[in-house]
């Protein structure tokens, strides 16, 4: 029989919020490393983004589990009216740093804003933004000269498409489409850690198509035509978008 600890981590594996309520009434303890890593980090650090992180977190929360970093939890369960009375309390909460392990686009030195694009957490975006969050704060850069990219890069290939509204969010909100990087990495620390040189946020989104990202063409390419256009670019017409050659063929 599967002991609860087990089922608590099936769970975390595609948001299932009815398992993890179900794992913790069977005795699965939201405060006690598992393998050695806390609930908590088992689920913030899934492949997956959803609308059902936000619940099993709260879930979690409820039972008494905690985050080194108090000011992020509200940005992890897009709690909008949370951070708004968190900035009340302490305006200098959009210029607040963080570091969280990320399975995609590095969370180290990052803003909250970060957090929110990284996690496709849209009512938190909105919030940070409307308060007056920097649309093109970088985030840290490591020795070797990577990273330092803004909460644009975040959105342009994400799990799903998740984050693309708040793509187009930032970009109303001035976020700069033409930055360039010497480097940004990908999962790092997981099998799929991938490092990329020369970055835009354009180049950055067609990182999409490699195998490792398992994105999608057209949700790629209708990003990539947004930023572009949001750089004051034209573009040619795509014509072969998916392209036709990789697609399987009709059966006779």
């Not at 009340?88 to 399975?103: F, G, K, P």
Request: charged share 20%.
């Amino acid at each position: 029989m599967t002991n609860p600890d087990q089922k608590l981590l099936d769970a975390f594996d595609g948001h299932d919020v009815d398992g993890v309520r179900l794992a913790l009434e069977a005795g699965a303890d939201a405060c006690v490393s598992i393998q050695g890593k806390l609930p908590i980090d088992w689920l913030l650090q899934q492949y997956l983004r959803s609308d059902r992180l936000p619940h099993c977190l709260r879930l979690l929360f409820e039972r008494g589990a905690t985050m080194l970093d108090p000011h992020v939890a509200s940005v992890l369960v897009d709690d909008g009216d949370a951070i708004r009375v968190a900035f009340r309390a302490n305006s200098s909460l959009l210029d607040h740093r963080t570091t969280l392990v990320s399975s995609f686009t590095s969370l180290v030195d990052v803003s909250l804003l970060h957090v929110a694009a990284e996690y496709g957490n849209l009512q938190a975006a909105r919030t940070l933004i409307e308060l007056g969050a920097d649309v093109d704060a970088t985030a840290g850069i490591d020795q070797n000269g990577l990273n330092g990219h803004t909460p644009l890069f975040h959105t342009v290939n994400s799990n799903g498409n998740r984050s693309a509204p708040i793509m187009h969010l930032l970009l109303d909100a001035g976020a700069n489409a033409a930055i360039r990087l010497k480097g940004i990495q990908w999962g790092k620390g997981y099998p799929w850690e991938t490092t990329f040189f020369d970055v835009t946020p354009v180049s950055y989104a067609q990182m999409g198509l490699l195998p490792q990202m398992h994105r999608t063409e057209k949700e790629i390419y209708s990003n990539i035509t947004c930023l572009i256009e949001a750089s004051g670019e034209k573009i040619p017409r795509l014509n072969n978008i998916p392209n036709r050659y990789l697609q399987p063929k009709a059966s006779a």
